[in-house]
């Protein structure tokens, strides 16, 4: 029976992966492949995918224009870190302070938090979240910066 390519298995590390070799460093697409524990039939798959497509190539022309930082690679790594992350918050096993963490640093790595002393009376939105008893409130105020 016919079952169609899950579009969705592909992440943006692999992207990146598939770019570094397009330019020439990185691993041999046997080992890129061995590491996203995929086949050269998926591969194929995910590169008619325009939005894998995309991604590539948006990957080298990074690569080509700054050459291979250290920021860029853990650019990559983090976005891949967010599905752990969000893993980890939705788990029942998983500590409502260490939940917070996560959520606490999400809302900081997006640049939703609020900096320095915002005036209560900026408006914003409080945000009460209760995790297993643990209160944990934030509270977002968007406002422009003065920079």
Known sequence: MFSPVDYT???DRLCFDIALRLEGSGEDIPDILQRHGISPSDLAEFSKDP???KKVRHYRDEIREKG????????AQAEELL???????HHPDVSA???????????KWAGLEVKGDAPESAGGVSITINLGGEKQEMK????????
Do not use: G, M, Q, Y
Request: aromatic share 10%.
């Open 9 to 11: 298995k592909w992440t």
């Open 140 to 147: 977002l105020v968007e406002h422009e910066s003065a920079e």
């Open 97 to 107: 302070a260490v939940k917070a963490d996560l959520i606490k640093s999400t809302v």
């Open 83 to 89: 599905t752990t992350s969000w893993t980890l918050i």
């Open 51 to 53: 939005v894998f497509d």
């Open 68 to 75: 291979i930082t250290f920021r860029l690679k853990a650019r």
